[in-house]
């Protein structure tokens, strides 16, 4: 018997990406999810997006979105979000813990939303060798009680990735939900083995890319006079981040 685990990231408050995702999900009878954090922030609904996470994910980290918003801000368009969400639903994102480990058919898995450092250091894959293998490492973020991982999940960069690092590791991105900056399509992760087993078989890592109705969310934000509603257009309509 196989388990199918979904590695979900990066939703930013787009819930027609989120449905699409979650449709598929469904369809493919996987039964446990995983989010890695950026639940809220950049689109038009916040706080649908955190209540559906909350409600059908089975481990949630903590995104640099959800600590920013968790906390007193002062930048105008994050006020906006900030107050949108809501005093409980701030309290939910502030208590998210920093990762997650699981075993996976002998492999020792770590889930986190950027990197091992911080949810504000953002790694890349043109990073240089010692950045990408540091990402295998215990720190104080993580903590020293786990073993450390050969395999890496991550989000953040909005670019769905998978790079061997040293011979044994592999690191991968699992893209973005409701925000993707590599295409213009809603993406996440599916990986195949058997969960809790800590004997070595295969892991098997599937890359799912999902269109979904772009307007529809960009016509909401505008609707509901969101902050910044024409740079997420633009990065929705084209797959290019707005600093780019
Ligand atoms: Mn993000």
């Not at 922030?41 to 559906?52: C, F, L, N, Q, R």
């Not at 006020?79 to 969400?85: N, P, S």
Request: charge should be negative.
């Amino acid at each position: 018997m196989i388990d199918k685990v979904a590695v979900i990231s990066d939703i930013h408050g787009n819930m027609p990406a989120l449905e699409v995702v979650l449709d598929n999900i469904r369809a493919r009878g996987i039964d446990q999810i995983i989010c890695l954090g950026d639940l809220a922030g950049k689109g038009p609904h916040s706080t649908e997006a955190v209540d559906t996470i909350r409600a059908c994910c089975d481990q949630v980290v903590l995104g640099n979105w959800d600590a920013l918003l968790a906390e007193t801000v002062s930048h105008p368009a994050l006020v906006w979000w900030h107050e949108q969400l809501g005093a409980e639903r701030r309290a939910y994102l502030g208590s998210l813990p920093f990762c997650y480990d699981l075993q996976i058919s002998g492999h020792q898995l770590r889930f986190f939303h950027a990197s091992q450092q911080s949810v504000y250091y953002r790694v890349f894959p043109r990073h240089e060798e010692a950045v990408l293998a540091a990402m295998f490492t215990n720190s104080e973020a993580t903590g020293y009680d786990q073993p450390e991982p050969d395999v890496v999940l991550y989000g953040d960069i909005h670019s769905a990735y998978l790079l061997p690092v040293g011979r044994f590791n592999k690191l991968i991105n699992v893209g973005s939900v409701g925000n993707p900056l590599d295409q213009t399509l809603a993406t996440y992760v599916v990986l195949s083995g058997k969960v809790g087993a800590s004997q070595r078989t295969n892991l098997d890592v599937e890359f799912v890319r999902l269109p979904y109705d772009v307007e529809k969310t960009i016509r909401q934000a505008e609707a509901v006079g969101m902050p910044e509603t024409e740079a997420l257009a633009k990065e929705l309509r084209t797959g290019v981040y707005r600093g780019a």
